[in-house]
């Protein structure tokens, strides 16, 4: 592990560019979690009074030109090169996060639909800009070894603050739990963006260095000598997309179910919160060792594996109540907080490892806008709509448990109707 080595070593510049790009991933990803993903809901709903379904269509119009922006930024800055330049990301990042912290001072003063669509709007431009800028800088402040070990920092550190620390979901508590890490921050990122500190230049060059270069599923055509991604994996990284389509579709509606809320994400006790935020910790550690050290397969099968039970046990408990003893339903929320670590790992880690310092910005617009964004804004908009309709919870979560199994289904075929390849390691090894 090479932040190991960083210490060991007393190599500072490089230990301190590995803690910014965590800390930032981190903070990004647990504001755009609460703060925008459940805290929209609740300030369309209850605070301007629209109904489900022009909620659903404006957070539908948040995941569409999120991801329009989003790949022609990523366009760009491959076609001018930026991709591969530290400091322009840097800059772009913190102007990103300059925008996202007036956004949330901001979001007191919506009033009316009109308001909220203009700031859905504005926040949909941050959030382009900021997908290929923040995920690209992954190539110049994380070497290879450490990619599934960085992510599994992300993913524990957001969602341990977010499952313990959010007892109300309402968009004034997230706007003061986001503005007390966002203004520091901003300023920070601010300062480094645009104060020319010596040591930024170390930080700059990293990713020329062989450590960083290469993406993990990137192999060396042997005729050619350029680098291209493995057929296998492009499979699996489709289906992936998939998983945030479903976990999302799911998740909102298990928001309606006391027994669920009040024993788990919702729980009035603060024991339990930090018990599914512990949970998310360390399945998030086990998830960073799993992505290091094993192929492809064995871990996209790890991953649609425990989310297809996971969903199945939902079904099942709801159809198979237990009589007289609520603290059974941990179990499932349990079960969620491992899948979800792990797909979150896996989805922090994967862009930059099939990728190239020239060609990480298009691969992460594609990815992170596609999966975690289109799909998972999409996705809440339908659920929002079946809620409507009057969709009952079981048949809801039948049709979602459908999806989940059918995903894990159609893994077993790619994987088995595929030849096994080789890893990127192996070829490297040779």
Not at 24 to 37: D, E, K, R, S, W
Not at 328 to 340: C, I, N, R, S
Request: hydrophobic share 55%.
């Amino acid at each position: 592990m090479e932040l190991i080595r960083y210490l060991k070593h007393g190599r500072w510049t490089s230990l301190f560019g590995y803690l910014l790009f965590v800390g930032m991933m981190a903070t990004g990803y647990y504001y755009n979690l609460t703060f925008v993903q459940l805290g929209l809901v609740d300030l369309g709903e209850r605070i301007v009074g629209l109904g489900q379904r022009q909620v659903a269509l404006n957070m539908a119009l948040l995941a569409i030109l999120t991801c329009i922006t989003a790949l022609a930024v990523g366009w760009t800055m491959k076609r001018r090169g930026w991709s591969s330049r530290f400091l322009v990301k840097l800059r772009l990042a913190a102007a990103v996060v300059l925008v996202q912290t007036a956004l949330t001072v901001a979001v007191t003063a919506v009033e009316t639909e009109t308001d909220f669509r203009a700031w859905i709007i504005v926040a949909s431009l941050a959030l382009g800009v900021g997908v290929p800028a923040t995920f690209s800088l992954t190539v110049d402040l994380i070497p290879v070894r450490d990619r599934g070990y960085a992510a599994a920092l992300i993913t524990a550190i957001a969602y341990f603050v977010a499952a313990t620390f959010s007892g109300s979901w309402r968009i004034e508590a997230f706007r003061t739990q986001a503005l007390l890490i966002m203004v520091p921050g901003a300023l920070a990122v601010l300062a480094l963006a645009f104060i020319p500190f010596p040591f930024l230049k170390t930080l700059a060059r990293q990713h020329e260095r062989p450590a960083f270069y290469q993406g993990r599923y990137l192999s060396r055509d042997p005729q050619t000598g350029s680098l291209r991604l493995r057929r296998s994996i492009l499979g699996l990284i489709v289906l992936m997309f998939g998983i945030y389509f479903v976990d999302s579709l799911g998740f909102l509606r298990l928001l309606d179910t006391p027994v669920y809320m009040n024993t788990a994400w919702q729980s009035p006790e603060v024991g339990i919160r930090a018990f599914i935020g512990a949970t998310h910790v360390v399945t998030a550690l086990i998830a960073g060792v799993l992505y290091s050290t094993m192929g492809e397969r064995q871990l996209f099968l790890w991953i649609f594996g425990i989310f297809a039970l996971t969903h199945f046990m939902y079904v099942f408990a709801l159809r198979f109540p237990l009589t007289g003893n609520d603290a059974g339903t941990l179990v499932e929320p349990m079960l969620y907080a491992t899948a979800v670590s792990l797909y979150t790992v896996v989805n922090f880690a994967i862009w930059a490892d099939i990728s190239t310092p020239r060609t990480i910005s298009v691969n992460t617009a594609v990815g992170v806008a596609l999966s975690g964004w289109t799909a998972t804004f999409i996705s809440t908009a339908l659920a929002l709509q079946w809620q409507e309709q009057g969709v009952s919870l079981v048949d809801h979560l039948n049709l979602v448990d459908a999806l989940a199994i059918l995903f894990f289904l159609g893994l077993l075929l790619l994987i088995y109707l595929q030849p096994r390849s080789e890893t990127a390691y192996e070829v490297k090894n040779r």
